[in-house]
């Protein structure tokens, strides 16, 4: 009789906690399907944006400075993404964490490029990849993805990818004269911290940090690619 109980109330238990499991689970999905909704909601307000600047003005001018805003709200709250994912860690912060730079600490800090053809080339395909993924994202969370859906968000970056680089490194490039001759966010000697730092020269070591950086993201896209499309077993290293 005594086992019986116990094995009652252990069965209770065991009712109870998978209960609770289901509970979180059940909050966490909500929460995701709301971030990636709004994100999603977020770059098509951009984009709509963007398009309405340009038939009104008929040139990229003055094209940043009209969505600065919008732009730096969304781009910085996807740092919420590094912590809500549970794969591919380093490859989420490391996208998440170049826009942040781009927008903060180059476009927004130095006016004098933000006319300048290369943004508007990274705006247009971030604003693209963006909208793309988080309606993956969505539609993939509700259990119903249409497979355009699918198809464009392992497909599109094969163009997108190396236009949004092309467009960052153009950007950066254009920087450097600005940046050298103001000395923004740099530190000479002496100072009383005894810490020399050249915002110039970490401008170039970033350019040159894409070289190994860009084609591990890239191929690691044509892998989750051929595993998503082609239903190919993709075996990677725990990132």
């Known amino acids: 009789m005594a086992s019986s109980e116990e094995d009652g109330g252990a069965a209770s238990e065991e009712k109870e906690n998978n209960n609770k499991k289901r509970g979180k689970g059940t909050v966490a999905t909500a929460w995701l399907a709301f971030y990636n909704i709004a994100m999603t909601a977020g770059w098509l307000v951009l984009a ?7 038939m009104q003005k008929g040139t990229h001018k003055g094209l940043y400075r009209s969505i600065a805003r919008t732009l730096k709200f969304f781009q910085t709250f996807a740092l919420i993404e590094v912590s809500l994912i549970r794969t591919s860690v380093i490859v989420t912060g490391v996208q998440v964490s170049s826009r942040i730079f781009m927008v903060w600490f180059v476009t927004n800090s130095i006016r004098q490029i933000q ?20 309606s993956y ?16 968000r392992y497909t599109l970056f094969i163009i997108l990818y190396p236009l949004g680089v092309a467009g960052e490194l153009l950007t950066i490039y254009s920087a450097l004269p600005f ?18 730092f050249d915002y110039y020269y970490c401008l170039v070591v970033i350019m040159l940090s894409y070289i190994p950086l ?20 993709i075996v990677e290293k725990d990132d």
């Open 179 to 196: 940046v050298r001759r103001s000395g923004m966010y740099s530190m000479r000697l002496p100072n009383k911290y005894n810490v020399s």
């Open 115 to 134: 006319n300048e053809e290369s943004v508007v080339l990274f705006l247009v395909v971030w604003t693209l990849t963006e909208i793309t993924r988080y």
């Open 48 to 54: 709509m944006a963007m398009m309405r600047f340009y």
């Open 137 to 152: 994202y969505t539609f993939n969370l509700l259990h119903h993805l249409p497979y355009f859906i699918k198809w464009a």
């Open 214 to 233: 860009f084609p591990q993201l890239f191929f690691h896209m044509l892998r989750q690619r051929r595993r998503v499309l082609h239903g190919e077993v």
